[in-house]
Structures are given as structure tokens and as C-alpha cells.
């Protein structure tokens, strides 16, 4: 399991001293805004009007101040990741018509409801079995792939791989990394950032440097992926973000003693 996000929590340990501070810059201006309204004492609409500004302004501060603070080589490297990452998202709507579960327990309830048919269909099964511990089921199914294409043969490979390495830390992407050559031109980018996501994982979970590969598959994406990251990253923690922006503001705003309205 912990193989498994090792990319993602190493994502995260490099956001969250810069995310850390852009927030406390926002929670010193809501609480600003807290004390004039305290002082002024506008009543309830007024009050209410300029706490749903705060909680935007909070959001915004937090999300801007982090992004301008990011490094570009952080920032080239997760722009690359979550390309691919948004890709198999899609693939996995396009796939099964459904969300992907949140949970390992409503993965384990999805699998139960939509039995393996044989086929491309059974991909998005292999990273669901892989989250419940179920690795040779999972193995089973990502060597039941097709293989009657180049893209066909990669996705096989590439998905053994990561079985492999999140159950035994022991994924050889050597075979990935020659089905990727392999690719038609048009394909092979995308191979090759899919691959990149697989290195850096690994590097990751081992605790080592792991943006190169990340920064070189940006690279080969050229301009397609340009003002991709920021669109992206709203999408992907808008809502978890105005969360913290509202409990937070909300208690700026009760300690500074703007709510309720005096």
C-alpha cells in the first residue's frame, strides 16, 4: 500500500512546508478582516457578505501564494504527473462510465458488482485489486491484458510492473521501457510519461530523488501540456481547499469576535 502512493506522499512532502506558510499568510489576512469587521459591527448581512469573501480570499491566497512559490523544477515534475494521472482518470470513465472509488472498501464493493469480462475492459480492476491487497488477482488480471497492439503490449507490461513493485518492490521496468520503444511515434510520449510516473514511484518509495524522470517526460510532452498544472491542481483540491479556507475563516472570524455581530 505504501508502495503504491510512495509518489504521491512524495508529492506531498515537498507541497507542504510551501502550502504550510501560504496559509498562515491567508489566516493573518482573514484575521484582519475579522477585526475591522469586528470593530465596524455591520450586522448579520454585512458580516456574513465578508465572510464568504474571506473564505474565497483565503483559497485563493493559499492556492496562489503556493503556486508563485513553487519551484520549476517541482513544478515541471508535477505538471507530468498529474497529465498522466488525469489521463487515466479519463481512460477509467471512458472505461467503466463510473467514479473511481475513494475508499478500499467501496473498491472491494465496485469489483464485486462489475465481474471480470476478459479483455481491455478488466484494466481499471488491476490498481482496485492492487489497493485491497488482492496482488494475484491482480497479476492475474494485468497478464490477461491483450497484447495484440504495440499500445497493448505496453499497457500489459507497464501494469505487471506495478503489481510487481507494490507487491514485492521488485517492479522491472526494463521490459516497460522496451514496449514503450516499441510505440508508433504518436503513442510514444505518452508511453514514455507513463513510464516516468513508474521510475519515479519507485524512486520515491526508496526515499530518493525522484522529479528527473518526471521533468525529462515534460519535457517530451512539449506545449501540448503548457498552463495544463494550475487548471489541473484547482480541480483536483478546489474543494478540499475551500473546506480549510471555511473552517478556518469561520474561526478568525469567532475569535476575533465578528461572529456573531455585536
Known amino acids: ?11 506531498q512532502r515537498l507541497e507542504s512546508r510551501r502550502t504550510t506558510v501560504a496559509a498562515m499568510v491567508a489566516v493573518a489576512v482573514v484575521a484582519v478582516m475579522g477585526g475591522t469587521i469586528t470593530l465596524a459591527r455591520p450586522g448579520w448581512a454585512v458580516t456574513l457578505v465578508a465572510l464568504t469573501l474571506a473564505i474565497v480570499l483565503f483559497a485563493a491566497l ?8 513553487r519551484p520549476r523544477a517541482v513544478a ?3 505538471e507530468a504527473y498529474r497529465w498522466v494521472a488525469r489521463r487515466a482518470w479519463l481512460r477509467w470513465r471512458e472505461i ?4 473511481v472509488p475513494g475508499t478500499p472498501s467501496r473498491a472491494r464493493a465496485w469489483l464485486e458488482a462489475h465481474p471480470a469480462s476478459g479483455g481491455a475492459s478488466d484494466l481499471p480492476r488491476v490498481e482496485l485489486l492492487v489497493w485491497i491487497g488482492e496482488f494475484d488477482a491482480a497479476r492475474r488480471v494485468a497478464q490477461g491484458l491483450p497484447s495484440g497492439t504495440p499500445w497493448e503490449r505496453f499497457e500489459r507490461a507497464l501494469e505487471s510492473a506495478f503489481v510487481d ?6 517492479g522491472d521496468l526494463g521490459p516497460v521501457a522496451r514496449a514503450a520503444d516499441d510505440l508508433p511515434a504518436s503513442e510514444r510520449r505518452i508511453g514514455q510519461a507513463m513510464l516516468a510516473v513508474e521510475e519515479a514511484r519507485q524512486l520515491a518509495a526508496a526515499n ?4 528527473e524522470p518526471l521533468i525529462a517526460a515534460r519535457e517530451r510532452l512539449g506545449a501540448e501540456v503548457d498552463g495544463f498544472l494550475l ?6 483540491i478546489g474543494s478540499r481547499l475551500l473546506v480549510l479556507a471555511s473552517l478556518s475563516t469561520l474561526i478568525c472570524f469567532v475569535v476575533a469576535g465578528a461572529i456573531p455581530p455585536r
Open 62 to 69: 493559499t492556492f496562489g501564494l503556493s503556486a508563485l512559490a
Open 96 to 99: 467503466t462510465g463510473d467514479d
Open 208 to 211: 530518493r530523488p525522484f522529479l
Open 231 to 236: 487548471p489541473d491542481l484547482a480541480r483536483w
Open 76 to 78: 515541471r515534475a508535477l
Open 1 to 11: 500500500m505504501a508502495r503504491q502512493f510512495a509518489l504521491l506522499r512524495g508529492f
Open 165 to 170: 513493485f507494490v507487491a514485492t518492490a521488485d
